[in-house]
């Protein structure tokens, strides 16, 4: 497909297309003026260092009650309880 620019349709879209952009610009800012609310999301070292302590003073992993969970498990002798579960389901909800 040949696109021919010098064509006076193309230069016309050319221009509203530019007109159209200068026209979103000026509404971004008049939004600005007027108040309002935006949000700017950035990721800086103290944050991101912040979130690295959190980690790192979060407790280890309890290996011996995974064990134990894992072993009654597997031997069938754990039970489920569908009338806490939906108990706790309709509470999380309220």
């Known amino acids: 497909m040949r696109i021919d620019l010098s064509n006076s349709t193309a230069a016309e879209l050319a221009s509203e297309l530019s007109s159209q952009q200068v026209s ?3 509404t971004a800012k ?3 003026i007027a ?3 935006h949000a700017t999301l950035t990721s800086d070292s103290t944050s991101v ?3 690295a302590a959190t980690a790192l003073k979060s407790p280890e992993v ?3 009650k995974v064990d134990n969970l894992r072993l009654v498990v597997d031997s ?3 039970k489920i309880n569908p009338g806490k579960i939906a ?3 309709l509470d ?3």
């Open 24 to 26: 979103a610009q000026n």
């Open 30 to 32: 008049a939004d600005q």
């Open 35 to 37: 108040g309002e609310d």
């Open 49 to 51: 260092g912040s979130l």
């Open 62 to 64: 309890r290996q011996d």
């Open 76 to 78: 069938g002798q754990y």
């Open 87 to 89: 108990a706790s389901i």
């Open 92 to 94: 999380e909800q309220a």
